[in-house]
């Protein structure tokens, strides 16, 4: 089986759609299997950039399939506004389907998102997406499928029995409450575009698999905003970890080959929650700068970290990851010491695994090692032997403390500013 699972191993924006477009390069098909439109990320095509949102990476490659899984919880109109800006500016759509059992969000779920952000003891920062509630309808099972959001009629008979409970909690909060008809209106050309896409992708991406296609499964976020394995509450309401991979898509669990964690070549987090490595200085800024920290979706600023071998011999545990993707280690570019944060210190006791609890988490202070940093700029690289041997040290610690093999680095935003070390796919270069 020809099949990569690639893995966010840290809090997220870790570069992975840089990653699977490099792959989908060499693909059969892209399967985006959880999340929503709360996730993002820039794929820098033709010296051009594409903020994709809920649309997988590989709809660059004009002759991959994209798969938007079960797994997913859809905005329509976000979908329907991304398939048409890809449209204008000359990318072929066409090979996309849609599971018809991903759950919708509807404007109201962004609402519900508001407020329960307001309420929460501890506001974890959510983007506001309604990706929260739509999952919490999932498993209320009081939510609509896009099978059925596209007939016009189910959609309707459903909205008119849906809206009476949550119009009330509206007008409770202040808030205006919906119209069944100008939802109706509101959707009614994106039903039309979206329909041809809806079909059942379990089927689809099980006999690619059987078929031995190079297939590619993408994820969302990282593996510290899991809803079981991250730094909970502060997470997202999905798990994006490769075990979660065959219940999302539908496929069985030992169709999972490869699994490559990807991580920045130092930490990032975006919003409220604990983060051991986080520092705040003259250098912190630097690397914000030279590295474009900013969130794809939100704007927001990202904070600032080491590298964290506990936190990715974490993501390595739960994810079964066979290889690491360094990515942005040119950022590192006139940062003395380099510093790799190898356990953390708790009541006095030196621990290497993360606390469940995040009051316990947070008393958790970084052990690290420093290492010589370098000078040279690197985004034209093509080999480890061209590093400078500052950085060639850096890699080697990585692989040395998670006794993993690097598969490729990255130097830079461009699809070839990736130096791959070992082969993905069989057959493949």
Known sequence: MNTIAVIGAQWGDEGKGKITDYLAMKAD????????????????????KFALHLIPSGIFNPGATNVMA?????????LYEELIMLEKRGINTSKLYISDRAHVILPYHKMLDAINER?????????????????VDKANRVGIRMGDFVDKQRFKTWL????????IL???????????????????????????LICDTSTLVYQAIQANKKVVFEGAQGTMLCLDHGTYPFVTSSSPTAASIPLNVGIPPQSIKQVVGITKAYTTRVGAGVFATEFNNEMSEKIRKQGNEYGTTTG?????????IVNLNHAKRVNGITSLAIMLLDVLKGIHPLKICTSYQLDGKTIDTIPASIETYDLCQPVTIEMPGFDTDISHVKSFEELP????NYLLKIESL????????????????????KPFFKDID
């Open 160 to 167: 008119e029995k849906q809206l009476i409970p949550i119009n």
């Open 119 to 135: 309420m929460r003891l501890h506001p974890v920062g959510t983007t506001h997406k309604g990706i929260g509630p739509t999952y």
């Open 29 to 48: 098909m892209v399967v985006r299997y959880q999340g929503g439109d709360n996730a993002g990320h820039t794929i820098v095509f033709n010296q051009d």
């Open 389 to 392: 041997i500052e950085a060639q």
């Open 402 to 421: 998670t006794d993993l093999p690097i598969g490729l680095f990255s130097v830079g935003p461009d699809r070839e500013q990736t130096v791959i070390l």
């Open 300 to 308: 927001r600023a990202r904070r600032i970290g080491w590298l964290d």
């Open 70 to 78: 079960n797994g997913m919880v859809i905005n329509p109109s976000a």
């Open 170 to 196: 509206l007008k409770d909060a202040g808030y205006e409450p919906y119209s069944v008809a100008k939802l109706l209106q509101d959707f009614d050309p994106i039903q039309d575009r979206l329909r041809p």
